[in-house]
């Protein structure tokens, strides 16, 4: 049973790498996992909200509906990684040390990445954008690394409980995506 799981995580991780790769050689074209140009306008409207309420209670209530709303969204683009993490963790018994480890290369790759966005739309304000070079990188990169991941826990799943593997899966992706960086200037 576990072996299905496996595969289907490996899949899904292939298809989403794919997709994210091809959103940076086709940005804005065919299927993409990107928040739709269209529900934009509604979250950044209940953003506004937010920073307009006048009184705790309001803004703590308009907090919660944009979080969530926000969060619906992120999780329809972004669940393919922390399912595909999860999985590879499932699949050996790690010591608590690695879990360890394993925890903070996810909050390395995965939740800082998300937490100096915040910071940066939060000092900013919104006032610059992310532009379409950078969008497509970040596309690059996090489609690099699920489609590592995915061919791995299709072919070897076993090498994924391998810290160096991990730190080696991260280093091509940011290779590959410094290399389109240079090469798109």
Known sequence: Q??????????????????NVKDFFLFGRGVSLSIPESKKPDIFRRARAVLAADRLPAML????????????????????????????????????A????????????????????VVVFARTLGARKLGEREGRLLKLLSGTMMLELGV???????????????????????AVTWIAARQTR
């Not at 791995?152 to 940011?174: H, M």
């Open 2 to 19: 576990l072996a299905w799981v496996t595969l289907a995580a490996g899949l899904l991780a292939v298809v989403v790498g794919a997709v």
């Open 61 to 96: 209530v308009a907090t919660v509906f944009l979080a969530v709303a926000a969060n619906f969204y992120e999780l329809l683009c972004t669940a393919g990684f922390p399912m595909v993490y999860t999985r590879i963790l499932t699949l050996g018994e790690p010591s608590v």
């Open 98 to 117: 690695m879990r360890y480890l394993y925890l903070a290369l996810y909050n390395v790759v995965y939740v800082l990445p998300l937490a100096a966005i």
């Open 152 to 174: 791995l826990l299709l072919v070897a799943p076993e090498w994924l409980s391998r810290l160096g593997v991990a730190f080696a899966l991260l280093a091509g992706a940011v």
